[in-house]
């Protein structure tokens, strides 16, 4: 046998050294493996030898040369070893052995598009923006404080994704973006409670893994609330009296449908060329209709819903046909403005500019209806989006517009627009300049309601004074927190918005008015018996920066 296994081990020249020598001892244990008598005449056999290697797994051999160390577990009083049960965890997230520490229930991460409704009135947009208060910056305070983001995680390690940029100003009710989150129990309710009452968290949706609110968005719809006396002929004094006809209504809608379709709108943005192929956007609808009478003025309701826009696009769509209408430029203008030429187009107040809706058709075409993923359309919360609407957004609008008149202020630099090609000295800009005081310092206008203020709770009948009285004085919080005892909680005032924390300050901010932002100079007399006094330490807010019309999504070359 052993002369058999030399010869056998000779042909597999590829087993290693030590596999050979313990086949040999095998072997020759064997051999000489005979029984062993005891003093008592019964036979013992000795312990069978370790089985030899197998050939097809030479290193088992190196293996079964080192040493056991590992430690055995304790043997319990039966006698047998068995490995220690596992320690199972308990429904609150402990463990069941009472001094183990405690566990954080671990919630899926999961991707999610969330809808949103704000109202963009004393926020500089909706991008991050650090120094600045945006809308990203509360919702990421929110997703911290929630739980639902780990804390310190940036945006772009959540893979969030805004739909739509809107601007200092702009509001929404129908913004959504998308992210990776923990999906907590009652996670809307836990994300609206660290938010401000004019940011809301409406709804949110499983999606895939893949999903982009703003690449897999297929079209995007916008509306425009403004003053019907904005299209009242030049001629005419422009006060709120004026009520819209169906002539002049009629005339605005023929206006708008030269819109449609797919166009070169290098005119209606900034920084693009002509033959830039971006420029090229598809519009799909455009209409004016009468929308309601409030605080003694008509407005109007503009809608346009487009595959995506650029920066100023649809506020200088609507400059445009404002001054068509109201004598400024020819109705042949808007064909000219699709060609090559860089005219001097006006661009319209930010103030009534909403973001309604984003559709996700090509999204919900293959994925709403896989039996996994809802459609992205938002039905069941449009009750409350409706409400949002009603009681942040439009009196928002509505109000600033009658007291603060920034569209009246805007019609006044129609004037100096020459609505033909751009030069690079205007003389019309500098006809009428900046109006000064005595000192030979600019007069800046104030607006009776500051940007910062929310009107939720403006009452019918209610003047700008009356109401900015309602809400609390900086020394009224500063004596409060003072007569507070340094272990408690300063009470709550009355007018005091415990979520938004405004406070008196916000009253004597001032604020530029529209025609700064288009390089007018043009500034108006309000009446003086109705004025807020400024203190001498507030300072001058900066222009609106634009509107929501960033560049989003890409143009499809005249083809949808």
Same mark, same amino acid.
């Given at each position: 046998?052993?002369?058999?296994?030399?010869?056998?081990?000779?042909?597999?020249?590829?087993?290693?050294?030590?596999?050979?020598?313990?086949?040999?001892?095998?072997?020759?244990?064997?051999? &000489?493996? #005979? %029984?062993?008598? +005891?003093?008592?005449? *019964? !036979?013992?056999?000795? @312990?069978?030898?370790?089985?030899? =290697?197998?050939?097809?797994?030479?290193?088992?051999?190196?293996?079964?040369?080192?040493?056991?160390?590992?430690?055995?577990?304790?043997?319990?009083?039966?006698? &047998?070893? #068995? %490995?220690?049960? +596992?320690?199972?965890? *308990? !429904?609150?997230?402990? @463990?069941?052995?009472?001094?183990? =520490?405690?566990?954080?229930?671990?919630?899926?991460?999961?991707?999610?598009?969330?809808?949103?409704?704000?109202?963009?009135?004393?926020?500089?947009?909706?991008?991050?923006?650090?120094?600045?208060?945006?809308?990203?910056?509360?919702?990421?305070?929110?997703?911290?404080?929630?739980?639902?983001?780990?804390?310190?995680?940036?945006?772009?390690?959540?893979?969030?994704?805004?739909?739509?940029?809107?601007?200092?100003?702009?509001?929404?009710?129908?913004?959504?973006?998308?992210?990776?989150?923990?999906?907590?129990?009652?996670?809307?309710?836990?994300?609206?409670?660290?938010?401000?009452?004019?940011?809301?968290?409406?709804?949110?949706?499983?999606?895939?893994?893949?999903?982009?609110?703003?690449?897999?968005?297929?079209?995007?719809?916008?509306?425009?609330?403004?003053?019907?006396?904005?299209?009242?002929?030049?001629?005419?004094?422009?006060?709120?009296?004026?009520?819209?006809?169906?002539?002049?209504?009629?005339?605005?809608?023929?206006?708008?449908?030269?819109?449609?379709?797919?166009?070169?709108?290098?005119?209606?943005?900034?920084?693009?060329?002509?033959?830039?192929?971006?420029?090229?956007?598809?519009?799909?609808?455009?209409?004016?209709?009468?929308?309601?009478?409030?605080?003694?003025?008509?407005?109007?309701?503009?809608?346009?819903?487009?595959?995506?826009?650029?920066?100023?696009?649809?506020?200088?769509?609507?400059?445009?046909?404002?001054?068509?209408?109201?004598?400024?430029?020819?109705?042949?203008?808007?064909?000219?403005?699709?060609?090559?030429?860089?005219?001097?187009?006006?661009?319209?107040?930010?103030?009534?500019?909403?973001?309604?809706?984003?559709?996700?058709?090509?999204?919900?075409?293959?994925?709403?209806?896989?039996?996994?993923?809802?459609?992205?359309?938002?039905?069941?919360?449009?009750?409350?989006?409706?409400?949002?609407?009603?009681?942040?957004?439009?009196?928002?609008?509505?109000?600033?517009?009658?007291?603060?008149?920034?569209?009246?202020?805007?019609?006044?630099?129609?004037?100096?627009?020459?609505?033909?090609?751009?030069?690079?000295?205007?003389?019309?800009?500098?006809?009428?300049?900046?109006?000064?005081?005595?000192?030979?310092?600019?007069?800046?206008?104030?607006?009776?309601?500051?940007?910062?203020?929310?009107?939720?709770?403006?009452?019918?009948?209610?003047?700008?004074?009356?109401?900015?009285?309602?809400?609390?004085?900086?020394?009224?919080?500063?004596?409060?927190?003072?007569?507070?005892?340094?272990?408690?909680?300063?009470?709550?005032?009355?007018?005091?918005?415990?979520?938004?924390?405004?406070?008196?300050?916000?009253?004597?901010?001032?604020?530029?008015?529209?025609?700064?932002?288009?390089?007018?100079?043009?500034?108006?007399?309000?009446?003086?018996?109705?004025?807020?006094?400024?203190?001498?330490?507030?300072?001058?807010?900066?222009?609106?920066?634009?509107?929501?019309?960033?560049?989003?999504?890409?143009?499809?070359?005249?083809?949808?």
């Amino acid at each position: 046998m052993l002369s058999f296994l030399r010869q056998s081990i000779g042909r597999h020249t590829f087993v290693n050294t030590s596999f050979r020598r313990g086949a040999i001892s095998f072997a020759r244990n064997m051999s &000489s493996s #005979e %029984p062993v008598v +005891k003093e008592g005449g *019964s !036979e013992v056999c000795p @312990d069978p030898p370790v089985p030899p =290697p197998s050939l097809d797994h030479p290193m088992e051999a190196t293996a079964q040369e080192q040493p056991a160390d590992r430690a055995k577990r304790p043997v319990e009083q039966g006698g &047998s070893e #068995e %490995p220690a049960p +596992k320690l199972l965890k *308990s !429904e609150n997230g402990t @463990d069941a052995n009472p001094e183990a =520490p405690a566990k954080r229930v671990r919630y899926p991460k999961k991707k999610v598009a969330m809808m949103l409704s704000y109202s963009g009135v004393g926020y500089q947009g909706m991008q991050i923006n650090p120094g600045t208060k945006t809308i990203e910056g509360e919702l990421l305070t929110a997703f911290y404080r929630s739980g639902s983001v780990p804390e310190g995680c940036s945006l772009g390690r959540m893979n969030f994704q805004r739909a739509s940029r809107t601007d200092k100003g702009v509001s929404a009710a129908g913004q959504v973006v998308s992210l990776k989150m923990l999906l907590l129990d009652n996670l809307v309710e836990k994300l609206n409670e660290h938010l401000p009452p004019v940011i809301r968290v409406m709804d949110f949706k499983r999606t895939t893994q893949s999903f982009n609110s703003k690449q897999h968005s297929s079209c995007r719809s916008y509306i425009y609330l403004l003053p019907t006396y904005s299209f009242q002929d030049v001629e005419e004094v422009t006060t709120d009296k004026y009520r819209i006809t169906d002539e002049k209504l009629n005339e605005v809608n023929d206006l708008l449908s030269q819109y449609k379709g797919t166009h070169n709108y290098h005119n209606f943005t900034s920084g693009k060329l002509f033959d830039d192929m971006s420029a090229n956007r598809y519009i799909m609808e455009f209409s004016c209709q009468k929308a309601f009478e409030d605080e003694g003025m008509e407005f109007a309701l503009m809608r346009v819903k487009g595959q995506s826009f650029m920066l100023h696009q649809i506020r200088k769509m609507i400059g445009l046909i404002i001054a068509i209408t109201r004598g400024f430029a020819p109705k042949t203008i808007i064909e000219r403005a699709f060609g090559g030429e860089k005219l001097d187009i006006p661009r319209a107040p930010g103030l009534g500019l909403v973001l309604e809706a984003v559709h996700f058709d090509w999204y919900d075409k293959k994925w709403g209806g896989d039996d996994l993923h809802e459609p992205l359309t938002w039905e069941s919360v449009q009750d409350k989006q409706e409400a949002f609407k009603k009681k942040h957004i439009f009196p928002n609008i509505i109000i600033r517009e009658k007291y603060n008149r920034s569209m009246m202020h805007w019609m006044s630099t129609l004037p100096l627009h020459s609505y033909d090609v751009v030069e690079k000295h205007n003389p019309m800009r500098c006809f009428l300049g900046d109006e000064k005081d005595k000192d030979g310092n600019k007069v800046v206008k104030q607006d009776k309601i500051p940007d910062n203020i929310d009107l939720a709770g403006f009452k019918s009948g209610q003047t700008p004074e009356e109401f900015l009285e309602t809400l609390p004085r900086e020394e009224d919080a500063v004596s409060t927190a003072n007569s507070t005892e340094p272990d408690q909680e300063a009470p709550p005032q009355d007018g005091d918005d415990a979520e938004t924390g405004m406070m008196g300050e916000a009253v004597t901010a001032e604020n530029e008015s529209n025609q700064n932002e288009e390089g007018a100079g043009v500034v108006l007399q309000e009446e003086k018996d109705q004025e807020v006094p400024t203190p001498p330490e507030a300072k001058e807010e900066d222009t609106p920066l634009g509107d929501s019309e960033r560049t989003e999504g890409s143009a499809q070359g005249g083809t949808t």
